[in-house]
């Protein structure tokens, strides 16, 4: 990730004045309408030509406070590919509960194409067809389709929002999945806000300039100048999402805002909204929908049953109390760090939100007399939390933390099937933010204690007919047990899951099966099947092929890209080994040896290592596959990418006997 | 007026009656549960036809959920419309033991827009309640009423939506004045249902189903209308947005459509109706000139779904389409009748249900408009009927792919409706043609050139890589055919869009590491261009018939030049499999350094026996092994 940030918002030292620089609306050049294909990008279906916003707080006709955000792109679309670009959606935020809502205006469009005789002509966007639908209680969206698409054609748009959620000052992104020519953006500031300004991902701006508009802004017979800021991008290339990436956000180039302060023009009252951690600390004690919530151990105590009350260890009752909220409450999909109901309406409906349920788990945790705090983080999903600020906007997410007998947990009660001590994927994204009522708030590593991991033994005896016989014992462990569990749920009987499995097994026959604490989350899952498989299927009759991968066996490399712009993500380590032992009978002999395999990426980043023995028939190999980091960087891509090559080639082996005549 | 209350009064009593019902899960008959998520304890739902536009649909049940995976079917979702109007919702929820432990309403439900994603603009609204409940088993109870302002539609009684759930009972009654004739269908349900006269001298038509086991999933099952109950209901008179009409025929549906959804839109301006004449002027022979001015259309429009006006069943203003360069099925289709009327070629608005899966006609004994969903174009050209989607900027003029092929349409013209039948793709026309040279060197690296001929359904397979980036091509073409370290020095996809189209590929690519070497042996698997790597899963004590969709033909020929002085170390690999369904060969051999390695794949579509099942397994079983042959080459 590469955040840079651009301007601590300061009046001071300013002095330059700009005007705003739209292009102008509705004039598609000759060279535009004549374009061919985008020469930086050959390839694109679409290129964004010219784009320009603006934003700026001031005050509506009714002395309200608002900030008007206007919009306006030109795109070449060179053939139907890129027709979608001409389908516009405008979200419209919409809070029915207090009856505020972002005003969009001004819309207009315009498309210019050559006809079928060569003459340029226009057709402008009927308004009427422009769609408005209710989503949900909080969001409409504006929709409408730009007229007269052709291949090769010229479309332009804008639009103007004014909306009361000023101290969300709009961001700006620069890189789309088109390339862009030009890309512009304009903020007005009056000096009654203070706000971070930084952008993200690899790209460079070419244009910053900043100055000050005297006397911009009034209200209440206050008065305040305004910091004008201009940013710009060149020749912006598309963004190409690569597999195994965390969110596509933290590298997509684009300028955020972070309210820091403001001062209300109608009293002169400063509020600091976000300057230094302590100050977000306190703004999260206060809150009604979080401090509040973590206040109310007494009432939360009256629920937890007495038997926990009355475990003396402390990870025991932690693991109770963990198990307990985990079972009350239904997660109702909502994530975010504030709660929506409160935990209170939540007992009442065994219903909640992210924050509901693990605010819960921290209260009780609390509660009993264990010290947790609540961490902050933001979801893989939903992107990085930016180090250069402190900053409470990015957050979406909350989980517990708790420390005993030297050990630290980590723990998220929004799924039942989550083992003690487990964090789903979604949560492993760099650091989170640990806060509790009385103490600084402070940085905690997510990088997981978990791994998915999986042993494995399989016993087989070579039988006279040339099939062999045996069991094969699997344990799912860490993260890789929990995900096992989530699939054997999937199905509403262990037999249905037993028959997903045999499909995948190439000629093997599941003969018996047991799956072991399929619901007891803290230990491994043990999956025992006993097996036949046909190693004939060749055309020599005396001749029997095994490969020994039985179960696990990697086929496809994941990692085809030549080269890699962006850090393969993988969450967590893993480690998968498993033992097989072959009893060979002695009317067989084994014709061949495995290779001993030792690959190994740099910096102990991961290793392949297999051995093989053949003692008088008693054959047993041995393989195991571990990738010790979670994170790699593009340069170790090659390197990544190889030792998978290599293991392939390996997992190839085959063990041949034959049957003596 | 006085008797529709008293009528409501008595289904409130027969719903209190309901909620006494005991919900206690220990009264589910055990022979119920084997492959259940969800019971349905109770269902009964009543349509009655007050009015040609008033019709009261209510429904009550009782839903048993025996564990998460039953968590969607609890879930409440009541869509609506300016058509549809929701009058109430209630709820009850109860534990194990059959105690209520919650309830709900209208007000506790959410509400969401229920448009498609792929529509702008769509009047279909839901309301949405999901309960919270962490102890398995719980039953909830619904109690839901809506009214509906029109006839011409009724939906269908489905009592089994899903695999996974099991009947106790569900009963579905249908309420009219005897002078309201209708039309029924049943399926997997006794075919008439007890038909009885009420104290309001109503007529009801009842069909209930009881004791129903969970349907468990089943690869190559028909489509599920085939093996599931099923009522559906047409009337013969009806009222749709004010529109007054009756029916008794396709031949009076398709009339009524095109009288009153479709004559009125087709007007064109003359300067259009002049350009289209202009550019087909050249043109004598009528299936070329229909060809240029459907590429015209092509290229002037694309796909835009938007559903405004008569319950989204009438088409755009074909001006419009003009005007604005985009429309959906319906305005797309009428749009280019209008074009094609400007120079005189008669032409077919056509009902289809699109499908890619399954091949689901009209049914030709039972008309009624709640059949089909996507419109397409027919051309009838003297002794060879033409047909065409509207909605792609790409396809041929008379080639319809996967979505509508082979099934009963509904064409809809001035004269009245007529059902006619799309064209059958067979394993014939289905054709997939593979060439390919390649080159192993001494480190095991391969390199050659592959071309590949797509006829037939197939000729759309390579679409989504036309016109991408380099990159997006790379990335699809390494899922395509998974050779690891593939990479394309080379790619070029031409298409025929003749009347009879085809797609050829041209692949030129290399891959380090194709062969392993150990112990002076090299191997490699022989195929890796075109496999099948999983069969499809055993089943047993198999209920539906096997289907599938439509015959293919694949033909393979690898040509591999390998290191100089190697002989196989195994038996070459010739496997042949024939079964009613399909057949497949595959043979190698090696002719000095020359491996050549041959394969056919042949499947006939139709509907098989489920006895047939096992065959199918094991005929994908001999293909799954013969595309894991592993060559061995030593040294001679």
Redesign the interface.
Same mark, same amino acid.
């Given at each position: 990730m590469k955040k840079t940030l651009l301007f601590l918002f300061i009046l001071s030292g300013i002095s330059k004045i700009l005007l705003a620089q739209n292009f102008e609306y509705g004039k598609a050049s000759q060279q535009e309408i004549d374009m061919k294909q985008y020469d930086k !990008?050959t390839?694109?279906?679409a290129v964004v030509l010219n784009e320009f916003g603006s934003a700026q707080i001031n005050v509506s006709y009714d002395n309200a406070i608002r900030l008007t955000y206007e919009y306006h792109v030109k795109i070449k679309i060179f053939? @139907?590919?890129g027709?979608g670009h001409g389908?516009v959606y405008i979200p419209v935020r919409n809070n029915e509960d207090n009856n505020l809502s972002d005003d969009v205006n001004n819309i207009s469009g315009i498309t210019t194409y050559k006809d !079928?005789n060569g003459a340029t002509q226009v %057709?402008e966007l009927?308004t009427k067809?422009i769609?408005k639908?209710?989503?949900?209680?909080y969001q409409s969206t504006l929709?409408?389709?730009m007229?007269?698409? @052709?291949?090769g054609c010229v479309i332009e748009y804008r639009y103007i929002i004014i909306t009361p959620f000023f101290e969300h000052f709009h961001s700006w992104q620069f890189q789309s999945n088109i390339p862009k020519v030009n890309s512009e953006y304009n903020a007005l500031i009056p000096g009654f806000w203070q706000f971070n300004i930084a952008l993200r991902g690899p790209l460079k701006l070419t244009k910053t300039e900043t100055g000050v508009e005297s006397n911009c802004f009034s209200a209440g017979g206050s008065k305040a100048g305004c910091v004008k800021l201009v940013y710009g991008m060149k020749d912006i290339p598309a963004f190409?999402a690569e597999e195994y990436m965390t969110s596509p956000k933290n590298y997509l180039s684009a300028l955020n805002f972070d309210l820091i302060e403001y001062t209300n023009p109608y009293t002169g009252v400063k509020t600091k909204v976000t300057e230094e951690w302590k100050d977000i600390d306190a703004g999260l004690k206060n809150s009604q929908r979080f401090g509040d919530q973590l206040r109310k151990k007494d009432f939360v105590k009256d629920h937890i049953p007495p038997s926990i009350l009355n475990i003396t260890d402390t990870t025991e009752k932690a693991k109770a109390i963990y198990k307990w909220v985990q079972?009350?409450?239904?997660w109702?999909n909502y994530e975010g760090i504030y709660c929506d109901a409160g935990i209170k309406k939540a007992f009442e409906? @065994?219903?909640g939100g992210i924050s509901e349920i693990n605010l819960t788990l921290v209260t009780a945790l609390n509660a009993v007399g264990i010290k947790t705090e609540a961490v902050l983080l933001s979801t893989r999903e939903h992107g990085f939390i930016t180090k250069l600020f402190p900053s409470i906007g990015d957050f979406n997410y909350v989980i517990a933390h708790f420390t005993a007998g030297g050990k630290s947990y980590l723990l998220d009660a929004t799924d039942?099937e989550l083992p003690f001590g487990i964090l789903p994927l979604k949560c492993l994204n760099d650091q989170g933010r640990a806060f509790s009522m009385n103490e600084p708030s402070y940085w905690i590593t997510l990088e997981a204690k978990q791994s998915r991991t999986i042993t494995c033994s399989i016993d087989l005896t070579l039988q006279d007919d040339g099939k062999l016989k045996g069991t094969i014992n699997r344990f799912s462990m860490s993260y890789e047990a929990f995900l096992r569990r989530k699939t054997i749920?999937?199905?509403?009987?262990i037999d249905?899951y037993v !028959?997903?499995v045999? %499909? @995948?097994l190439?000629?093997i026959k599941i003969i018996k099966s047991n799956i072991a604490n399929a619901d007891s989350l803290d230990v491994p899952v043990e999956e025992t099947y006993n097996i036949e498989v046909d190693a004939s299927?060749?055309? !020599?009759k005396d001749?029997l092929v095994l490969n020994p991968y039985i179960l696990d066996k990697v086929?496809?490399?994941p990692f085809?890209l030549?080269e890699r712009n962006y850090p393969v993500d993988m969450g967590m380590p893993s480690d998968v080994r498993f033992i097989i032992n072959i009893h060979v009978p002695p009317q067989y002999t084994v014709e061949?040896n495995i290779?001993d395999q030792n690959i190994q990426l740099a910096n102990n980043g991961g290793r392949f290592l297999t051995t093989f023995t053949n003692d008088n028939n008693n054959i047993i190999f041995s393989s195991e596959v571990a990738l010790n980091k979670s994170i790699f960087k593009p340069e170790e891509y090659a390197a990544l990418k190889d030792f998978f090559?290599r293991m392939?080639?390996a997992e190839?082996t %085959?063990l041949v006997f034959h049957k003596k005549s | 007026m006085r008797l529709f209350n008293l009528t409501i009064c008595l289904l409130l009593l027969s719903v209190a009656a309901n909620a006494q019902q005991n919900y206690d899960v220990n009264l589910i008959p055990k022979e119920l549960t084997p492959y259940a998520n969800t019971i349905v304890r109770n269902s009964v739902e009543t349509v009655e036809v007050k009015d040609l536009n008033d019709v009261e649909y209510h429904v009550t049940e009782a839903i048993t959920i025996l564990n998460k995976n039953g968590d969607d079917r609890a879930r409440l979702i009541a869509e609506y419309d300016k058509m549809k109007e929701l009058k109430y919702i209630k709820g009850y929820i109860y534990n194990s033991f059959g105690q209520q432990i919650s309830k709900f309403s209208k007000s506790d439900c959410e509400d969401y827009s229920a448009a498609h994603d792929f529509s702008l603009f769509e009047d279909a609204r839901m309301k949405v309640y999901t309960p919270s409940i962490t102890q398995y088993p719980y039953t909830i109870v619904y109690d839901y009423a809506y009214r509906s302002k029109q006839t011409l539609g009724f939906e269908n009684w489905e009592p089994v939506e899903h695999h996974g759930v099991a009947i106790e009972k569900s009963s579905f009654t249908f309420i009219c004045k005897p002078d309201f004739s209708i039309k029924y269908k049943a399926t997997k349900v006794s075919a008439e249902p007890l038909i009885t006269t009420d104290a309001h001298g109503l007529k009801n038509y009842t069909w209930q189903i009881s004791n129903q086991k969970a349907a468990k999933y089943e690869p190559y099952s028909p489509y599920y209308s085939d093996y599931l109950p099923s009522v559906e209901i047409a009337p013969q008179k009806f009222n749709y947005y004010g529109i007054d009409g009756s029916y008794n025929s396709w031949a009076e549906l398709g009339k009524w459509e095109y009288d009153n959804l479709i004559a009125s839109r087709q007007a064109l301006t003359p300067e259009t109706m002049q350009h289209i004449k202009e550019i087909t002027k050249d043109i004598t022979d009528p299936k070329l000139k229909a060809k240029k001015v459907y590429e015209y259309m092509q290229s002037k429009t694309h796909y835009i779904s938007v559903q405004v006006g008569i319950g989204g069943n009438q088409p755009f203003l074909a001006a419009d389409v003009d005007k604005q360069n985009y429309g959906d099925c319906k305005a797309l289709v009428n749009y280019t009748q209008a074009l094609l009327k400007a120079v005189d070629i008669n032409s077919y608005y056509c009902v289809v249900q699109a499908d890619d899966d399954y091949t689901i006609g009209l049914q030709k004994d039972f008309p009624g408009m709640e059949q089909g969903n996507h419109i397409i174009l027919c051309v009838p050209f003297k002794n060879d009927t033409t047909w065409a989607d509207c909605t792609s900027q790409t396809i041929p003029f008379g080639y319809l792919g996967a979505f509508t092929d082979d099934r009963n349409v509904l064409a809809c013209t001035p004269e009245g409706g007529k059902l006619l039948h799309t064209p059958k793709y067979t394993f014939n026309d289905n054709i997939k043609t593979r060439k390919a040279s390649f080159v192993i060197e001494n480190n095991g690296a391969i390199s050659g050139t592959m071309t590949t001929v797509f006829k037939g359904i197939d000729y759309e397979y390579r679409d989504e890589l036309i016109n991408e980036s380099k990159v997006e091509q790379d990335k699809m073409l390494q899922k395509i055919y998974p050779i690891n370290n593939l990479l394309i020095d080379k790619l070029d996809i031409a298409q025929d869009k003749s009347f009879t189209p085809s797609t050829t590929e041209n692949i030129k690519l290399h891959a380090r590491d194709y062969a392993s070497f150990a112990d002076g042996k090299y191997y490699f698997l022989l195929n890796t261009i075109n496999r099948i790597t999983e069969t499809p899963k055993e089943v047993r004590n198999r209920v539906n018939d096997v289907y599938i969709a439509r015959g293919s033909t694949e033909e393979d020929e690898i040509t591999y030049t390998i290191p100089a002085g190697y002989h196989l170390q195994k038996e070459p690999l010739n496997a042949s499999v024939e079964k009613p369904f399909g057949n497949f060969k595959a043979t190698m051999e090696l002719k000095g350094n020359q491996l050549i390695f041959k394969r056919k794949l042949q499947l006939i579509g139709g509907t098989y026996s489920k006895d047939t099942y096992q065959d199918l397994v094991d005929f994908y079983q001999a293909i799954v092994d013969a595309d894991d042959y592993n060559v061995a080459l030593v040294k001679n």
């Open positions: !990008d390839s694109a279906n053939n @139907h590919r027709f389908t !079928d %057709e009927d067809k769609y639908t209710r989503d949900y209680k929709k409408f389709a007229p007269a698409l @052709h291949d190409i079972g009350y409450f239904k109702n409906t @065994h219903n039942v749920k999937k199905y509403n009987t249905d !028959d997903f045999a %499909e @995948h190439h000629k299927g060749n055309l !020599d001749k086929n496809v490399n085809k030549n061949n290779h090559n392939i080639i190839k %085959e | -």
